[in-house]
């Protein structure tokens, strides 16, 4: 009987307090302004939902020569070696993409779409598929530049933004996005484990120091989607797990990030247009690090440095 009355005093006070009981939403009261609000609505959650409606499914198609499964067998079994007439045929992979600009471009794994006769994208929020075309890419790197194909002047796309470089705090929560077995836009939780791991054991080498390590879980086709922080910034893009052990997954750091795109997103190659400037891909200021000589930006007047050394003259930017 005593414990009893305990449970009905303990819903009676859950009752007047507001606290959540079963059946009830779970809401909470907000005394600094008395609006009440969703408690299930965390920085995560909000990181997460700021961050979903840009990131996009990947399904590539490719040509591939098809083995002879007689041959393979003789080959394997008895040792003859017959060579068949070839096939050709066509194979299908998953990845995931972020985009980073309202026009469409979008990021993901080179060996995502490495091969690929066709980029078809799909929005994880809004359901919408388009094709998309390869611009660039560096496979050193394993990242590429798509962008999105559509017939519509005035359309614009969700997109992500980048963490500051370098800010990264060990042990802080991480968010893991993408299209995991295709299953859509899926998301995973962990915390940053590494900021700056060397030597990954992947089945290649890639050209990329200080590697993230997470225990959010990247399985295959989360290769290309995005790596979040609680601010709902991309911090860096995921590449690869470590298959001989759990929850061991790594992300390409948003500084080397930042730096590929500054080689690959350039006027030449994304609008076939010669400009002549480099600039820093990771200052937080437009920092110039060279010019072409008699190049469209040279005769403009830029030149090496900052903002404040900058002397453009104007009178030629028509050319521009």
């Given at each position: 009987m005593k414990s009893q009355n305990f449970i009905f005093s303990s819903l009676i006070w859950a009752y007047l307090t507001g606290f959540p009981v079963m059946g009830q939403n779970a809401v909470g009261l907000d005394s600094s302004d008395g609006v009440v609000r969703d408690i299930r609505v965390t920085p995560t959650v909000v990181a997460?939902?700021?961050?979903?409606?840009?990131?996009?499914?990947?399904?590539?198609?490719?040509?591939?020569?098809?083995?002879?499964?007689?041959?393979?067998?003789?080959?394997?079994?008895f040792g003859w070696y017959i060579e068949s007439s070839p096939r050709l045929g066509k194979a299908q992979s998953l990845g995931s993409g972020i985009i980073i600009d309202p026009e469409g471009y979008l990021l993901t794994n080179y060996h995502v779409i490495e091969r690929a006769t066709?980029?078809?994208?799909?929005?994880?929020?809004?359901?919408?598929?388009?094709?998309a075309k390869f611009i660039a890419g560096m496979p050193e790197t394993d990242l590429a530049l798509l962008k999105i194909v559509h017939d519509q002047p005035s359309l614009t796309f969700p997109s992500a933004n980048f963490e500051n470089v370098d800010d990264l705090l060990l042990g802080e929560e991480v968010m893991t996005l993408g299209n995991p077995f295709g299953l859509g836009g899926s998301v995973s939780r962990?915390?940053?484990?590494?900021?700056?791991?060397?030597?990954?054991?992947?089945?290649?080498?890639?050209?990329?120091d200080d590697w993230l390590q997470t225990d959010a879980a990247i399985n295959m086709g989360n290769s290309g989607g995005p790596l979040i922080n609680i601010h709902g910034n991309i911090i860096g893009i995921n590449v690869a797990t470590f298959k001989d052990g759990d929850n061991i997954g790594f992300a390409i750091p948003t500084r080397r990030v930042l730096e590929t795109i500054g080689h690959v997103f350039l006027p030449e190659k994304v609008a076939n247009s010669w400009v002549g400037i480099q600039f820093d891909p990771v200052s937080q200021k437009p920092i110039v690090l060279g010019v072409e000589s008699n190049s469209p930006a040279a005769i403009a007047g830029f030149r090496e440095g900052g903002p404040d050394s900058q002397r453009q003259r104007l009178a030629n930017t028509r050319t521009l």
């Open positions: 997460v939902n700021k961050v979903m409606p840009a990131v996009v499914n990947i399904n590539t198609e490719s040509v591939v020569l098809l083995k002879n499964d007689y041959d393979v067998l003789l080959k394997e079994y066709r980029i078809r994208v799909t929005l994880a929020v809004s359901g919408e598929s388009f094709d962990g915390i940053l484990s590494s900021k700056n791991r060397r030597q990954i054991p992947v089945s290649e080498q890639l050209e990329i």
